[in-house]
Structure formats: C-alpha cells, structure tokens
C-alpha cells in the first residue's frame, strides 16, 4: 500500500485537510506533518521533516502545500533525495512521475482551487515512473548536486 505523508503551512492548511480526507476515502495510508491551524508558521519548519521522511523511505510519497507551491518547492528540492514538482494541472503532474519520478508534489492553495488540487493529486497518485531515458536525465541531476 502506498504511503502517503502531507504537509502544509498556514496559507496551505485547509487544502491539505481536503487532500487528507479525499486521500483517505481512497483507502490511502496517510500521516499529516501539519501544520494542524490557521496561525503563521514558516514553511520550510514544515518542509524539513518531511523530505527527510520521504529520502529514508518511511513513505512513498509526499505532499507539500503553501500559498503557491513555490517555497515548498524550492524547500523540498533542497534535501538530497528529493525531487519536488510544483503542479498547476493533471498534465504536469503525470510528467512530474513519469519523466521526473517525482517523489513530492507541491501545490499553491492560492493559487489552485481545490477542485483541480484534488484531480490533480489523483493523476500524481496513479502514474508511475517510466524509467529508460529519464533515468539518465536523472542520473545527471542528481550528479549536479554532488558537485556543487
Ligand atoms: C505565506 O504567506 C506564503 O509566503 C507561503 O505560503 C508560500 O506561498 C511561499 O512560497
């Protein structure tokens, strides 16, 4: 069964409660990291424990939600391991595992309604990477981060 663990800061929180309950209606085992209310707090405070969650294999993928997707993001794709795509629609979010095998989603509750978050959650749920030449290309990414 796949594991799924979420996370959000204030600006993303009832987005991450709608994926919570849309997820586990879905039979999805689900863990939430918070944030668990509506006061500020920093994203990347949120962010951390995720990935590092998700880099050791505790789950199979993870999903970040902030305002618009890009400090999560930018957060996520921080820690060795992690490949985060930032998604506005279901076709970037079936490329995102096909080609990019992405293992976090981030989403930008301002900026995507819940609607579309939710189908767009689905399609990152059921595809699955495609390997072969996106390999390689992956191969070279992460190579870029050992040099640095
Ligand atoms: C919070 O105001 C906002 O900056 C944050 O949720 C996110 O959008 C950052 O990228």
New binding site residues.
Partial sequence: MMEIVLGS????FLLKEAIREHLEKADYAVTDFGTFCED?VD?PDIALPLVKAVAAGEFSLGILV???????A?AANKHPGIRAALCGDTFTARCAREHNNANVLAL???VTGPGPALEIVDIFMSSSFQGGRHSRRLDKVAFMGERQ
């Fill in positions: 800061d204030h600006a993303g500020s994203y902030c305002g618009t997707g890009v400090g999560m930018m930008g509750a301002r």
